[in-house]
């Protein structure tokens, strides 16, 4: 016979609405009221054959009787086992985590590389090396700009470079000047095209001089364009100027293309 409503409700009232066999309760769970003893086996309706159960429970229990043999317990050899894999996995995790570099080692390590291109800049410009004061200066104020601002990576390497080619601590001025992302890389296609189409004349590359009045050239001109549309373009006349041993790229932006 079905188990009616009624007594339905009763079971659920008397197992405070939660699986007997895995605790799981109302309402995160649906329970059934289930037989201990199946009715296929010759379980009654009686509530002290019935009990409140999960759809999960109920499912895996099936015609089984309440005392019948359970599956054979897990080998311990098997939890040795994946106790040893997890060690395993652990220290090879340890492992990478100590070969990554520390965020505190990247951003000291970008901060070098900041003032060693604004050092770089002013060498090549004046030919002269900067005070250490005046490097401490510049120092700082690129290490507040890396850690305080949005930029990015190529942005501040671009500010360095200008604040260092003006021969100038006030690194702060140059922040209006830097080139978005699609500018500085084709800045940097640029004077690679420039150099090694000047070098390809003679075996000779071009001066720090030339180098830096190339690059300023270079500047003023990608902050006027496109630097998508018109990369071709910019690219064509660095090599231009580079055959010609020129550090003016504007000379050669109408110049024929077998120039």
């Known amino acids: 016979m079905a188990v009616s409503k009624r007594l339905r409700y009763e079971i659920l009232r008397r197992d405070n609405h939660a699986c007997r066999y895995c605790g799981a309760a109302a309402p995160t769970v649906k329970l059934n009221v289930d037989h201990v003893i199946p009715t296929s086996l010759g379980g009654s309706d009686k509530p002290d054959n019935l009990v409140s159960s999960c759809a999960a429970c109920n499912a895996g229990k099936t015609s089984s009787m309440p005392?019948?043999?359970?599956?054979?317990?897990?080998?311990q050899a098997t939890f040795r086992?994946?106790?040893?894999?997890?060690?395993?996995?652990?220290?090879?995790?340890?492992?990478?985590?100590?070969?990554?570099?520390?965020?505190?080692?990247?951003?000291a390590a970008f901060r070098v590389h900041l003032i060693a291109v604004w050092t770089w800049a002013w060498n090549k410009r004046a030919h002269t090396q900067p005070t250490d004061e005046q490097e401490m200066q510049a120092f700082e104020h690129l290490a507040l700009l890396?850690?305080?601002?949005?930029?990015?990576?190529n942005q501040l390497t671009e500010i360095a470079?200008?604040?260092?080619?003006?021969?100038?601590?006030?690194?702060?001025?140059?922040?209006?000047?830097?080139?978005?992302?699609?500018?500085?890389?084709?800045?940097?296609?640029?004077?690679?095209?420039?150099?090694?189409?000047?070098?390809?004349?003679?075996?000779?590359?071009?001066?720090?001089?030339?180098?830096?009045?190339?690059?300023d050239s270079l500047h003023a001109?990608?902050?006027?364009?496109?630097?998508?549309?018109?990369?071709?373009?910019?690219?064509a006349a660095a090599a231009r100027a580079g055959r010609q041993k020129d550090p003016e790229i504007g000379r050669h932006l109408a110049?024929?293309?077998q120039s």
């Open 146 to 153: 890396a850690d305080g601002s949005d930029m990015t990576s």
């Open 221 to 235: 001109l990608v902050i006027l364009l496109d630097a998508v549309k018109q990369r071709d373009m910019v690219l």
């Open 255 to 257: 110049a024929p293309a």
């Open 67 to 75: 005392n019948a043999t359970p599956v054979a317990d897990v080998d």
């Open 81 to 107: 086992q994946a106790a040893e894999l997890q060690a395993a996995a652990d220290r090879r995790a340890n492992a990478r985590r100590r070969s990554q570099p520390s965020t505190a080692t990247v951003r």
């Open 161 to 215: 470079f200008r604040a260092g080619s003006a021969q100038s601590v006030k690194v702060m001025e140059f922040v209006n000047t830097q080139l978005s992302e699609e500018q500085f890389a084709l800045g940097a296609d640029a004077v690679n095209q420039w150099w090694d189409s000047w070098e390809d004349v003679d075996g000779t590359g071009p001066s720090a001089d030339h180098t830096a009045a190339f690059c």
